[in-house]
């Protein structure tokens, strides 16, 4: 009986219960219900945000950095380092749900990512996001979003013309180790990137399988997370009182949506999976552009 209770299937489980209990032993049930409300607009955000970051090459951080900095009209800095920490949570219950599912993976890649992302997502945090202008990572968010549309898009093309899937046996080392280190100094500054970097690579490059490629990014960006939250906690003392309040109001949420998006999107079909995703890059391309505008007449 206690081996059929323990079954690996149950981790993911296991795991958000975990959460609601420490949360209600911390905060008592009514307060905790009471934290959702006061924030209701942020544990909105995030029921899409870490749907999206479960089962997805975006992260949660793709849906709560625009929704916050462009309609919440939060700042980026605050956007970004919530987007690393509530990833934390919700992806690393997705990954639980990856692993314990057998959800296949590319084992290699991950092997040579994840150092390369843990030190970018470092030196960003500690050098490059001190000096970064706020309009600047808005664009640079949208420069990723609009790279991870194209790259679906050549994969609809490829898809069209009959190019199947490949194995992907012998991936080049340097390539990735370079694009997760790039990745890394992305999500440093926005909170997400090294997902849609290796996405982008193993897509674009290798011609990999998209499920297998999403499944493989997710894991790599919660380690990302785990360490830049790490890092914005007890070394950079950014979770300030607001951010903590976001994230009280936002855990119970992605904890459950994340998994849920690992295992929906591993189901359905590709097509309206992509269709889903480019509808979220093109709404937040527009509102980009629209905050971009006023500074290029400014130029001119």
Not at 73 to 95: H, R
Not at 144 to 150: E, N, P
Not at 239 to 247: A, F, K, Q, R
């Amino acid at each position: 009986m206690l081996q059929r209770i323990a079954k690996p299937t149950m981790w993911p489980l296991f795991f958000t219960l975990g959460v609601y209990a420490t949360l209600i032993w911390l905060q008592g049930f009514y307060q905790a219900f009471g934290q959702i409300m006061n924030e209701a607009s942020i544990a909105l955000t995030m029921a899409l945000g870490s749907f999206v970051a479960g089962g997805t090459a975006l992260g949660g951080g793709a849906v709560a950095f625009p929704v916050m900095t462009k309609l919440l009209d939060i700042d980026p800095a605050t956007a970004k380092v919530f987007s690393l920490a509530i990833q934390s949570f919700g992806m690393t219950a997705a990954t639980i749900t990856i692993f314990c599912r057998r959800i296949p993976v590319y084992k290699n890649v991950i092997v040579m990512a994840l150092p390369m992302a843990a030190l970018g997502v470092t030196v960003s945090l500690l050098f490059v996001a001190p000096l970064a202008p706020r309009l600047l990572v808005k664009s640079i968010f949208s420069f990723l979003l609009l790279c991870f549309a194209l790259t679906l898009i050549l994969r609809w093309w490829r898809k069209a013309h009959h190019q199947p899937s490949s194995e992907f046996i012998k991936p080049k080392m340097l390539r990735f180790m370079f694009v997760a280190l790039i990745g890394g100094i992305a999500s440093g500054l926005v909170g997400s990137g090294a997902d849609i970097a290796l996405f982008a690579l193993l897509v674009i490059a290798y011609n990999a399988d998209v499920k297998k490629a999403t499944a493989t990014s997710v894991v790599v960006m919660t380690f990302t997370s785990l360490v830049g939250s790490s890092i914005n906690a007890w070394h950079l003392d950014s979770i300030t009182s607001e951010i903590n309040s976001y994230l009280l109001a936002a855990i119970p949420i992605v904890v459950v949506g994340a998994p849920l998006g690992a295992y929906v999107c591993s189901r359905v079909k590709v097509g309206h999976l992509v269709s889903f995703l480019l509808l979220l890059i093109g709404l937040e391309v527009c509102f980009t552009c629209y905050e971009l505008y006023p500074a290029i007449i400014q130029l001119n």
